[in-house]
């Protein structure tokens, strides 16, 4: 899910017009998933597998058998209670996705915590506008899991982006006497972050309270690293500066200066920033809007301060081709 607003949300200080765009993995208002299970088939494979099901061969077949029925012991009555109480938290996450399928924000919100920052009808209500999560098509292939019933508001502050949205002391305040899970919601696109889901009691219900990809960032960011390309000609990159220091924004930055006269036959420059996970690029426009090229611009490009790598790659849509140009390694 996307929230989109027409003032473009960008994290780089560009003052002028060209033919940019900036990208993150990351980025604040984005649910994490769009690709997962077709839940409607998901909820009639348990329904079908009911034991109380009467018309089921299982059901028969136990009525006619003389063999004694085992008595249920507390540890069955405690594991199908469990049990229970997982498909509640779990049902949260599936129907939240479905109605965002639907475009049902109504049905969004009404999931939703009354703290979740990212309740979707509030921010529609703020002049946003909801791009949709994908298709049913688009939900094959999700997993997900309670990974901790007994979560604490200290596990929400782990997830990235959690610090931006709340107020340790007053969600602190919200969840005292509530129950808090953490859900780990996986899928099978390789292009899609894996994502844990918290969850909250709210007026004795299961409440979706913040979503963030799970932390994949390797402790030695340099096991990710690739063998570095110096675009010694200036053919596309003039240089990076490391340490930008932005007017508009804490996060920081990577200013990527570009050439002022091209040197390879591409009409697109994308910017990567391996562990950081975001990207940018600048790219050639002729119609009736506006023209532009991708020279003679500064892209700006968040990177993982503890160790990263910069990739430019330049591509040429015509040919349906492109090039590593420069690749430079960050270590703190």
């Known amino acids: 899910m996307v929230l989109d607003r027409d003032d473009t949300l960008q994290t780089s200080d560009v003052d002028r017009t060209t033919g ?78 479905e109605a965002a399928v639907e475009e049902d924000l109504d049905r969004m919100s009404e999931l939703s915590h009354s703290h979740n920052p990212l309740d979707p009808a509030a921010w529609a ?29 200290e596990d929400v502050f782990e997830l990235e982006g959690a610090e931006f949205w709340f107020e340790e002391e007053t969600l602190t305040e919200t969840l005292d006497g509530e129950n808090v899970a953490a859900a780990e919601v996986t899928v099978d696109d390789p292009t899609e972050d894996d994502t844990i889901w918290m969850l909250a009691t709210e007026d004795e219900e299961w409440r979706y309270l913040f979503a963030a990809p799970v932390d994949d960032t390797p402790e030695d960011p340099e096991e990710v690293f690739e063998e570095p390309i110096e675009d010694e000609n200036d053919d596309v990159v003039v240089e990076i500066d490391w340490e930008y220091d932005s007017p508009t924004s804490d996060i920081q930055q990577a200013a990527v200066v570009l050439t002022d006269e091209r040197g390879v036959d591409a009409n697109r420059i994308e910017i990567e920033s391996t562990i950081e996970g975001a990207s940018t690029g600048a790219f050639d426009r002729d119609d009736d809007e506006f023209t ?23 591509i040429s849509e015509e040919e349906n081709e492109s090039e590593v140009v420069h690749r430079e390694h960050y270590e703190p």
Do not use: H, K, M
């Open 125 to 153: 209500e703020d002049g946003w506008e909801f791009r949709g999560g994908g298709d049913e098509e688009d939900l094959e292939g999700l997993d997900a899991e309670v990974v901790d019933d007994d979560a604490t508001v």
């Open 292 to 314: 532009a090229r991708w020279e003679d611009v500064t892209l700006y490009i968040p990177y993982d301060t503890d160790g990263d790598q910069i990739v430019v790659t330049a």
């Open 20 to 97: 940019l765009a900036v990208v993150s993995r990351r980025r604040a208002l984005q649910v994490g998933l769009v690709t997962a299970v077709s839940l409607a088939g998901c909820l009639d494979n348990e329904s079908s597998s009911d034991p109380t099901d009467g018309s089921s061969d299982e059901s028969d077949s136990n009525g006619d058998s003389d063999e004694p029925e085992e008595e249920a012991t507390d540890d069955d009555a405690e594991t199908e209670e469990s049990s229970d109480v997982d498909n509640d938290r779990l049902s949260v996450v599936y129907a939240f996705l």
